[in-house]
């Protein structure tokens, strides 16, 4: 970067001498050139991505967190420094690496409303074209196959199905440990060479490693749910190393975690560097391939388009034409011109009503598209602290040249996402209603003057998970204050308090979110819901009626009526809704334990016992469907196998206080008050007062 500024000089100096130097040492330390690498189609490929990893967290990159798998894994292969991400969502990197497209070419740009098209060329249908074996294992919802990203893996093993509460907060997701299990136990059945691509999500906010990282790491979660993942992987690499092929293995994130970087608490909303800047390392293993103790680091800038380019080299796959990636083999310090890298952040445009950001790095050299513009010298200043946009209008006009050189386009239209999408989706702030797009964005839309907005809603999360409700309703309260056209503060705060026993403020918040913003279906749903809760079924089912006319793929909508018409007595209705739902989606487990319910209600057991049994088989962490499956063992006279399902319910969800009050009560009942003792005290100590006053002091008065 040319500046006329001499300070600006003398620092740049300054600068360049360090890197020298750092070059000097670097050089010295890989006296060896790139690992060689095998080009055959006899190899087997293992790509996996870790869900939130920023690059600065693994030990090999300097973090916190022991990664003793990953940093073996970076000495036996290429460790690049100097890596990207297009996009800062889950589902918009992705796509990224899976087509080597920007987001603006693959058209994916944010985790709800868009799909990746059927007909956009993946790196598992260019492997499954080659001959290979391809399985694919998520950990998440966002990667779920009704997303796009499971076009041609013959094994594609995602989370669908599995049950998550209503607004609770919670996403579908599974353990690293659980997904690698998977991935082993495929890998360990194929006969011919294999690309698996396995995705773990636990370093993705609330933190909450398992022991004894959540103790190792107390003070820093984030780096204990890195170090768990590392060690997760562990069996992964091993059966690599001891494949009888070589196994080409590429490590990288989706993105980073903002961790207060800039204001941001998590990702999604800015692309500085604490979430666009991501790990990648390169390296091959196993039979016929040197092994290797010697790191290689390249400081070369690379791209998460380059991954596909590749392993597409390596395995000799027919690429798509005009793709923008290029092999990471010719990433020596030195050896490639660099290639600027096209970054985004859409979301809170597409959502939010906020400015669009976008941007370029070229070199070192980083450009942000704002209304507020931003310029940083990523050599110079990598934490990205000063701006140097107002000081260096001509760097500004290049880049922006640089940038808008590349065509892209603001996103399409978005399509409508099913009610059990959005209940998925919004644990991690994501919504699904799109926002007003403006003509022209000025500085009052800017995401850096409304990231306090995004803070609050993310700390409601927090407040909530750590037990203090009063402290997050206050959250969502000076939100809705703040923006209050944000309809998601407004079912956010219902929730909680619903949750906390005021049900008539939950519906009075509602229905001013409906007069504040207007019509909205995702409110209109949860107005409906919890009218048909306490009674009021004349006036909810109208208004379910209307959300399901409108959106009759919605199966939260379809849900929710469903649960409103069994309220009223219209059972055939509602089990005609459930059905309705099951052609939508075979798996929407709410509506195979809702149709358990209604049989039950008609004291059809065998009917109900048939439909829970599936429900638990679906997702066997559904805590209602344990409880429905002791409802009908008690109600067939087996208290023991009732007090089985009800432990077993509440193990899986300490919230479920049916289960828990079920449970209490039959082995208070059974004369085993001493094993009842605490399954009756947490009920008095968590249930809320509003819906089980009655029931809680039965229990204060046999425990006293």
Excluded: C
């Amino acid at each position: 970067m040319v500046s006329p500024d001499l300070k600006r000089i003398g620092i740049l100096a300054i600068a360049a001498a360090a890197i020298i130097a750092g070059l000097w040492v670097w050089q010295s330390r890989r006296a060896a050139a790139f690992p060689p690498f095998l080009e055959t189609s006899n190899q087997n490929i293992l790509l996996i991505t870790i869900d939130t990893l920023r690059a600065d967290a693994l030990g090999s990159y300097g973090g916190r967190a022991k990664t003793p798998n990953l940093d073996r894994l970076a000495r036996e292969g290429v460790r690049f420094t100097f890596a990207h991400a297009q996009g800062v969502l889950t589902l918009v990197s992705h796509s990224s690496i899976m087509t080597g497209e920007y987001p603006y070419q693959h058209g994916v740009r944010d985790n709800a409303g868009f799909r990746l098209a059927d007909s956009a060329t993946t790196l598992a249908e260019l492997a499954h074209a080659k001959g290979f074996a391809t399985g694919g294992f998520v950990a998440a919802f966002p990667l779920d196959r009704h997303f796009g990203l499971a076009q041609g893996f013959d094994t594609y093993d995602d989370v669908s199905g599995r049950e998550v509460r209503g607004d609770g907060f919670e996403l579908a997701e599974r353990p690293a440990s659980e997904v690698v299990s998977a991935a082993d136990r495929w890998i360990a059945s194929q006969q011919k060479p294999w690309f698996a691509w396995v995705h773990v999500f636990d370093p993705h906010s609330p933190y909450t490693p398992p022991p004894p990282y959540d103790r190792e790491y107390a003070d820093n979660l984030y780096a204990g749910e890195v170090a768990y993942v590392d060690a997760a992987l562990a069996p992964l690499l091993q059966a690599a190393r001891g494949s009888a092929r070589p196994t080409t293995i590429v490590v990288t994130a989706d993105h980073g975690e903002g961790l207060g970087d800039h204001g941001e608490a998590t990702h999604g909303v800015f692309a500085y560097e604490s979430t666009l800047h991501i790990p990648l390392i390169l390296a091959q293993v196993g039979a016929g391939v040197a092994a290797r103790d010697r790191e290689v680091v390249s400081h070369v800038p690379v791209r998460h388009v380059d991954i596909l380019p590749t392993i597409a080299g390596l395995v000799g796959l027919d690429l798509p034409p005009n793709l923008p990636g290029r092999t990471l083999l010719t990433a020596r310090d030195g050896e490639a011109e660099p290639r600027p890298s096209y970054f985004e952040a859409m979301m809170p445009m597409l959502k939010r009503g906020w400015a669009p950001l976008w941007g370029v790095i070229d070199g070192r050299d980083k450009y942000i598209d704002l209304p507020i513009e931003e310029l940083y010298d990523l050599g110079a200043d990598p934490k990205e602290h000063s701006n140097l946009a107002p000081k260096e209008p001509a760097q500004v006009r290049t880049l922006t040249a640089r940038f808008q050189a590349f065509g892209a386009a603001l996103p399409g239209e978005q399509i409508e996402e099913t009610g059990e999408t959005r209940e998925r989706l919004r644990a991690l702030g994501y919504v699904s209603a799109a926002a007003p797009r403006k003509a022209r964005y000025g500085e009052q839309d800017d995401p850096k003057r409304l990231i306090d907005v995004d803070h609050l809603m993310m700390r409601g999360i927090e407040l909530h998970q750590q037990g203090r409700d009063a402290d997050a309703i206050d959250a969502y309260r000076r939100v809705i204050e703040r923006r209050p056209d944000m309809g998601l503060a407004y079912r956010r705060l219902a929730f909680l308090q619903w949750e906390n026993g005021a049900p008539a403020d939950a519906i009075a918040t509602l229905r001013r979110a409906i007069e504040v913003i207007g019509a909205d279906v995702d409110i209109d749903i949860r107005l409906g819901t919890y009218l048909a809760e306490t009674g009021a079924v004349t006036e909810a089912i109208p208004m379910l009626e209307r959300a399901a006319k409108a959106e009759p793929d919605n199966t939260e909508a379809l849900n929710a009526l469903g649960i409103a018409y069994a309220h009223a007595g219209r059972d055939a209705d509602a089990l005609r809704t459930f059905a309705g739902i099951l052609t939508i989606n075979p798996r929407d487990a709410f509506a195979i334990e809702n149709t358990a319910a209604v049989y039950m209600q008609q004291g059809k057991l065998a009917a109900a016992r048939e439909a829970f049994e599936r429900a638990a088989a679906n997702d066997p962490r559904s805590s209602r469907a344990q409880a429905g499956l002791g409802v009908v063992a008690i109600k067939s006279g087996d208290r023991d196998a009732a007090i089985q399902y009800w432990k077993h319910a509440v193990a899986l969800d300490a919230a479920n206080y049916d289960a828990l009050y079920n449970l209490a009560s039959e082995l208070l009942g059974a004369g085993r008050t001493a094993e009842a003792r605490p399954y009756a005290e947490q009920f008095v100590r968590t249930a809320p007062p509003a819906f089980y006053a009655r029931e809680i002091e039965q229990f204060r008065r046999a425990l006293q």
